[in-house]
């Protein structure tokens, strides 16, 4: 079956750097998404990989290992505002998006 | 705003209610979803509309029944739901082109409630 996997909680303190990782298992692999869901709002796109390695987008990068079925964001200089869900997904072979739980970040003064 | 509308967007409605979602895109794209979001559980696809026409229907029991009239809107008519039904149920949509990354934009869900 397919599947995705990142922690269900994670708490990091404001000005710090924290990565939350995301492990996959997929019939195919048409690329990886990271989306970020405040609570009672719609998900919001972050970030996409395709390909092998680091995506830089201000505060906010991500990265891919297709050999190893591995994918991280790294959120840097942490703002209360980033307290949210983070949630994987990757596109299959038949292009649709298998979506992981999403990761609950804590973000504490 | 996503340019994704949702109403309403909390929805309280006992097992034998006939009710209906309704999602609007304003974004031109040509591809539109539904989407089921319990807490703590992967979102869970239930119905794929490209170019209007129904592209995927993820076991979804008849109780839930999709309609997509044009490329903007999306609707999900509800009837003789169960409690486990409760849940927020998100409308996306993207645009379909062999791109990059076509990336789904969501609406802001509607929370519902059955009793």
């Known amino acids: 079956g397919q599947n995705i996997d990142q922690p269900t909680e994670m708490t990091a303190t404001e000005g710090a750097i924290v990565q939350i990782n995301c492990t996959y298992q997929t019939s195919g692999f048409n690329g990886l998404f990271w989306y970020q869901q405040h609570a009672g709002e719609a998900p919001t796109f972050l970030s996409y990989n395709v390909l092998d390695g680091l995506e830089e987008k201000g505060r906010f990068s991500s990265f891919l290992s297709r050999s190893k079925g591995y994918s991280y964001l790294l959120l840097k200089e942490l703002q209360m505002k980033d307290s949210a869900s983070y949630l994987c997904?990757?596109?299959?072979?038949?292009?649709?998006?298998?979506w992981g739980a999403g990761t609950k970040l804590i973000i504490k003064p | 705003e996503t340019g994704v509308t949702q109403t309403p967007r909390h929805l309280v409605m006992g097992m034998t209610n006939k009710k209906s979602l309704k999602c609007e895109q304003h974004?031109?794209?040509?591809?539109m979803y539904w989407y089921k979001q319990s807490a703590k559980k992967p979102l869970e696809l239930m119905f794929v509309y490209n170019f209007k026409e129904q592209t995927e229907n993820n076991s979804v029991p008849s109780r839930f029944s999709p309609e997509c009239p044009n490329s903007s809107h999306l609707f999900l008519h509800l009837h003789t739901l169960q409690p486990e039904d409760s849940a927020l149920y998100l409308c996306?949509?993207?645009?379909?082109?062999?791109?990059?990354?076509?990336?789904?934009?969501f609406g802001p869900g509607t929370r519902l409630t059955v009793l």
């Open positions: 996306a949509s993207s645009q379909e082109d062999g791109g990059a990354s076509n990336e789904q934009f």
């Open positions: 997904a990757v596109r299959d072979s038949n292009y649709q998006l298998i």
């Open positions: 974004l031109g794209h040509n591809a």
